[in-house]
Antibody, heavy 121, light 111 residues
Framework: EAQLLESGGGLVQPGGSLRLSCGASGFVFSSYVMSWVRQAPGKGLECVSSITASGTTTYYADSVRGRFTVSRDNSKSTLFLQMDRLTAEDTAIYYC??????????????WGQGTLVTVSS | QSVLTQPPSVSGAPGQRVTISCTRSASDIGAGSDVHWYQHIPGTAPKLLIYGTSKRPSGVPDRFSGSKSGTSASLAISGLQAEDEADYYCQSFVDDLRGSVFGGGTKLTVL
């Protein structure tokens, strides 16, 4: 069974950086698009970033483009999200999710339990 | 303002049928893309309910169904149960910059 485990969340000051990781198991990681989805307190789900199976194409929400960078290491079945210039509006639970497609984001059929990122002084 | 518009809330009594709409602008370049639906109970991981507009993953009860007409998709839940009380989100691919987006979410209350 596919499993995803996020790590790297925590408390960070405004303007700071944080790197999230997501370890995958139970499926062929290198065959699927992967995404980061967040939920801020009292808000809905937001697809923050996605990356194709090969890692050649990335996608970003307008709210994070230029500050966040998604990457993956298919040899280690791991997804990353580098978050820079963080603001209070980035405070959220960040979920790692597996897509059902290879070459373009489609639907998310497996989710991790999430990791909490809090941006506060 | 999300590209995908959902009603903020819907409600129904146990046993009833409710529908949740997801509408996108006709001028949206991704308007022909499939729509997918998720159930989210706060504190837990979201769960895929419907993919490809109307397909159900294994394990999802057939009380849940999806459809699409023009630029509006719908999730229907029949035989409403107390355990269905949750937030529901539609999601679709929009463009090559952003990838996918979610609708604003709909809170379902079982009366």
């Amino acid at each position: 069974e596919a499993q995803l485990l996020e790590s790297g969340g925590g408390l960070v000051q405004p303007g700071g950086s944080l790197r999230l990781s997501c370890g995958a198991s139970g499926f062929v990681f290198s065959s699927y698009v992967m995404s980061w989805v967040r939920q801020a307190p009292g808000k809905g789900l937001e697809c923050v970033s996605s990356i194709t199976a090969s890692g050649t194409t990335t996608y970003y929400a307008d709210s994070v483009r230029g500050r966040f960078t998604v990457s993956r290491d298919n040899s280690k079945s791991t997804l990353f999200l580098q978050m820079d210039r963080l603001t209070a509006e980035d405070t959220a639970i960040y979920y790692c999710a597996k897509d059902g497609a290879t070459n373009q984001p489609y639907f998310l059929n497996r989710w991790g339990q999430g990791t909490l990122v809090t941006v506060s002084s | 303002q999300s590209v995908l518009t959902q009603p903020p809330s819907v409600s129904g009594a146990p046993g009833q049928r409710v529908t949740i709409s997801c509408t996108r602008s006709a001028s949206d370049i991704g308007a022909g893309s499939d729509v997918h639906w998720y159930q989210h109970i706060p504190g837990t991981a979201p769960k895929l309910l419907i993919y490809g507009t109307s397909k159900r993953p294994s394990g999802v009860p057939d009380r849940f169904s999806g459809s699409k007409s023009g630029t509006s998709a719908s999730l229907a839940i029949s035989g409403l149960q107390a355990e269905d009380e949750a937030d529901y989100y539609c999601q679709s691919f929009v463009d090559d910059l952003r990838g996918s987006v979610f609708g604003g979410g709909t809170k379902l209350t079982v009366l």
